[in-house]
T-cell receptor
Framework: AQSVTQLDSQVPVFEEAPVELRCNYS??????LFWYVQYPNQGLQLLLK??????LVKGINGFEAEFNKSQTSFHLRKPSVHISDTAEYFC?????????????FGKGTLLTVNP | NAGVTQTPKFRVLKTGQSMTLLCAQD?????MYWYRQDPGMGLRLIHY???????AKGEVPDGYNVSRLKKQNFLLGLESAAPSQTSVYFC????????????FGPGTRLTVT
């Protein structure tokens, strides 16, 4: 079974600063990787996903992530954050479950953007 | 499209009481899921369904039951609530289980006293 490690539980940054949220997964032959965002008191919504092809994936709200197979990482980045980016971010990997697949989530990283 | 809706939004139960959480989706998705979210634990899969009339256990199924009588609805039941079931419950649906994104509902905050 896959596991996902988000290396930082909390990341405080100032507005307009760059940010990187780190995610590592356990190795597998092929993986599908996802980043979800959860704004306060809301459900999760997809930021971006890596299925195949280019290792640099662009998502919504100016976020991007880089898939690194050798380091089994899928770090999320944004060059300049806004107050509205304050949220919890979850990295997830598609993991086989019998004949189906499930998402295995990391424990989340709380991004707090301060003015 | 309403997407994925959940009822109720909040609920307080006493230990031993029962309740059912309702999830509905209008995207004609085959796959539906129930998760619980606890602080510092991320999301953990309780049960899932790959189509109408089918259900299967996830990572943490004990104490919960589910039913999928209609394609658009996925019910989560607690027969005898325990304080350990205090959590935020999310329902999700997807077109496929592997590469397609899951769409999440707004959540139900359940407190068991």
């Amino acid at each position: 079974a896959q596991s996902v490690t988000q290396l930082d539980s909390q990341v405080p940054v100032f507005e307009e600063a760059p940010v990187e949220l780190r995610c590592n997964y356990s190795s597998s032959v092929s993986v599908y990787l996802f980043w979800y965002v959860q704004y306060p008191n809301q459900g999760l919504q997809l930021l971006l996903k890596y299925l195949s092809g280019s290792t640099l994936v662009k998502g919504i709200n100016g976020f991007e992530a880089e898939f690194n197979k050798s380091q089994t990482s899928f770090h999320l980045r944004k060059p300049s954050v806004h107050i509205s980016d304050t949220a919890e971010y979850f990295c997830a990997v598609s993991d086989r479950m019998g004949s189906n697949y499930k998402l295995t989530f990391g424990k989340g990283t709380l991004l707090t953007v301060n003015p | 499209n309403a997407g994925v809706t959940q009822t109720p939004k909040f609920r307080v139960l006493k230990t031993g009481q029962s309740m059912t959480l309702l999830c509905a989706q209008d995207m004609n998705h085959e796959y539906m899921y129930w998760y619980r979210q606890d602080p510092g634990m991320g999301l953990r899969l309780i049960h899932y369904s790959v189509g109408e009339g089918t259900t299967a256990k996830g990572e943490v199924p004990d104490g919960y039951n589910v039913s999928r009588l209609k394609k658009q609805n996925f019910l989560l039941g607690l027969e005898s609530a325990a304080p350990s079931q205090t959590s935020v419950y999310f329902c999700a649906s997807s077109y496929d289980s592997h590469s397609y994104e899951q769409y999440f509902g707004p959540g139900t905050r359940l407190t068991v006293t």
